[in-house]
Structure formats: C-alpha cells, structure tokens
C-alpha cells in the first residue's frame, strides 16, 4: 500500500462475560465469541496472587474491564486486546509487595 492511509482504524473491544485465571494465563471470553488470553507474568500482582484473590473479580458494569479488588489491580479489554502488559513501575509493584507481605499474618513454623 503507498501513501498514507485516509481513515484512522477503529479498535472494535467486545464486552466481557466470563474471566478465568488459573497459575499461568489469564483468559477472557468476549461477546462476540473471542478468547484473549495473555500469560500472568504480564500482570505481576495476579502473578503473586493466591488462587482466591485471583477469582474474586468484578466485570464492570459496561463490560470493558475487569476489576480485582483485593489486588487493587483493573486491566481494561483494549489494552488486553491489544497485547499490552501492565504499565506498573517497577517502584510501585515494589511498595504493594510490601505493603502485601505487612498484611499477611506470620506463617505457623
């Protein structure tokens, strides 16, 4: 093709019905009959995550992100469909991990 194109692509996001997470994927069927599926690594807090913390998940209302709250972690279907990992700054995944590890009640020795 030569010259530039004359219209803007338009990315079409179908809305979310189901999320499963498992060890190493996160996967996400669309309502238009797509699975996107991406490794967890690409979402470091699901990747520290317990399998729990993992299924409690909210689809917002509009059907465009998904929300976990007690990650405090929200990944939105365009940048899902679109490949991109998380933007977290390292700096910041380090502060939650943290704060994470505070939380935690000492492990029975």
Do not use: C
């Not at 189901?18 to 996967?27: C, N, Q």
């Not at 470091?44 to 909210?58: D, F, I, S, V, W």
């Amino acid at each position: 093709m030569n010259g530039t194109p004359s219209a803007a692509v338009t990315l079409a996001v179908s809305r979310v019905v189901k999320v499963t997470v498992t060890e190493d994927t996160l996967s996400v069927d669309l309502e238009d009959g797509r699975t996107i599926s991406a490794p967890i690594g690409w979402y470091p807090r699901l990747a520290h995550a317990t399998p729990a913390e993992r299924a409690n998940l909210q689809i917002s209302s509009a059907g465009y992100a998904i929300h976990w709250p007690d990650l405090d972690e929200d990944i939105g279907m365009e940048g899902l469909v679109l490949g991109k990992k998380s933007t977290e700054s390292p700096a910041s995944f380090a502060r939650w991990l943290e704060q994470r590890k505070q939380r935690q009640p000492p492990s029975a020795g």
